[in-house]
């Protein structure tokens, strides 16, 4: 079985503040690992990837994430928010035998 | 760009009626999932298909079925909806190209039960 967990429902962070979301994953196997963002009223983007090599990986509009096997853990990063980011996070785990599967999302709200 | 175009994109069904929710890709992606968002629980899987004939059960697939016609074509069936179906409900496609799997989402379909 594999499965998700993103313990923070919301999180509140001003302009310009550094930026942690928090992923934990369960899967005895490789996983592969993705944050996806959620903008209002509309659909998913994809922001990020893991599935190989540096854990730290970049993405988009300066999002990074970092892999750790041994704390099971994707975190998503950003060293300076904007307004703009707010938005839903989804971290979704997917490996090469099952579909992916998305934690219950993060909603970040940026404080002008 | 891929692209995945959900129909329709607002739909009020009654309890006991038959909703079909339909999913079109134009990039010839083998598989292809559907998801319902609900507050608090994120999107969860209902079906997929690793191409056209197969259909898959998800997480939480009863009351749905799914088909799966063409490579481009994906729909969702409600025989008979009910109220705790109304949500919105996520189409995607997947593509593996060299690494793990990208999916590319639908603007998605609200529905209503009454």
């Known amino acids: 079985a594999q499965s998700v967990t993103q313990p923070d429902a919301r999180v509140t962070v001003s302009e310009g503040a550094s930026l942690q979301l928090r992923c934990k994953y369960s899967y005895s196997g490789t996983p592969y690992l993705f944050w996806y963002v959620q903008y209002p009223r509309q659909g998913l983007q994809l922001l990020l990837k893991?599935?190989?090599?540096?854990?730290v990986v970049q993405g988009v509009n300066g999002f990074e994430a970092e892999f750790s096997k041994s704390n099971s853990s994707f975190h998503l990063r950003k060293a300076s928010v904007h307004w703009s980011d707010s938005a839903v996070y989804f971290c979704?785990?997917?490996?090469?035998?099952?579909?992916?599967?998305f934690g219950a999302g993060t909603k970040l709200s940026v404080k002008p | 760009e891929a692209a995945v175009t959900q129909s329709p994109r607002n739909k009020v069904a009654v309890t006991g009626g038959k909703v079909t929710l339909s999913c079109n890709q134009t990039n010839n992606h083998n598989n292809m999932y559907w998801y319902r968002q609900d507050t608090g629980h994120g999107l969860r899987l209902i079906h997929y298909s690793y191409g056209a004939g197969s259909t898959e059960k998800g997480d939480i697939p009863d009351g749905y079925k799914a088909s799966r016609p063409s490579q481009e074509n994906f729909s969702l069936i409600l025989e008979l909806a009910t109220p705790s179906q109304t949500s919105v409900y996520f189409c995607?496609?997947?593509?593996?190209?060299?690494?793990?799997?990208?999916?590319?989402f639908g603007s998605g379909t609200r529905l209503t039960v009454l």
């Open positions: 979704v785990l997917s490996n090469n035998n099952n579909a992916p599967r």
């Open positions: 893991y599935y190989s090599g540096d854990p």
């Open positions: 995607a496609s997947g593509d593996w190209g060299a690494s793990a799997e990208t999916l590319y």
